[in-house]
T-cell receptor, first 113, second 113 residues
């Protein structure tokens, strides 16, 4: 059974609007979360992280929100740009000091010009 | 060349063949990883090396054999694979095993026939 779930395999958003990518997890011990972005024919690149002591982390157009009680995190991209079109993976760990991250299956975002 | 480089980009092999995947990083990182990404499945951690010592073997079958001759190079030796081993194999590196900002290579797309 998957511990980290990205239930929307794909999402289309108009350029300039907000993109919201969701991620749910089942393990209440998870306390550190990452988002990666992957373009076709390239490896994933690290985007943004959040620890459980926060409920929000912002980096430019990217903001990650964490709702621990709901075991849910989301990545907001505002405004969305065509260059944001990629697959986005969330990952979670119960031990932020190690490499033991569990990844979701990814959501393919398409930003329409 | 900078970043993490993987060769070959594509590989087709028979079930009785022996082949090797190569990964090289010029980032001065001390930790290197092999991940497997099967279709519609999450990234799965296979092996972790820290300072050329293997620190994790994530229940990977013995037909996959990693080798880390130095901190810049990582190999994955393959022999007598099964068709279900067909996947994208990603190499990554990080400053050390506590760091989460992995740098991934572009991957080797492996097809076992």
């Amino acid at each position: 059974d998957q511990q980290v779930k990205q239930n929307s395999p794909s999402l289309s958003v108009q350029e300039g609007r907000i993109s919201i990518l969701n991620c749910d997890y089942t393990n209440s011990m998870f306390d550190y979360f990452l988002w990666y972005k992957k373009y076709p024919a390239e490896g994933p690149t690290f985007l943004i992280s959040i620890s459980s002591i926060k409920d929000k982390n912002e980096d430019g157009r990217f903001t990650v929100f964490l709702n621990k009680s709901a075991k849910h995190l989301s990545l907001h991209i505002v405004p969305s740009q065509p260059g944001d079109s990629a697959v986005y993976f969330c990952a979670a760990s119960a031990d932020s000091g190690t490499y033991k991250y569990i990844f979701g299956t990814g959501t393919r975002l398409k930003v329409l010009a | 060349e900078t970043g993490v480089t993987q060769t070959p980009r594509h590989l087709v092999m028979g079930m009785t063949n022996k082949k090797s995947l190569k990964c090289e990083q010029h980032l001065g990182h001390n930790a290197m990883y092999w991940y497997k990404q099967s279709a519609k499945k999450p990234l799965e951690l296979m092996f972790v090396y820290s300072l050329e010592e293997r620190v994790e073997n994530n229940s990977v079958p013995s037909r996959f054999s990693p080798e880390c001759p130095n901190s810049s190079h990582l190999f994955l030796h393959l022999h007598t694979l099964q068709p279900e081993d067909s996947a994208l194999y990603l190499c990554a590196s990080s400053q050390d095993v506590q760091a989460y900002g992995y740098t991934f290579g572009s991957g080797t797309r492996l097809t076992v026939v």
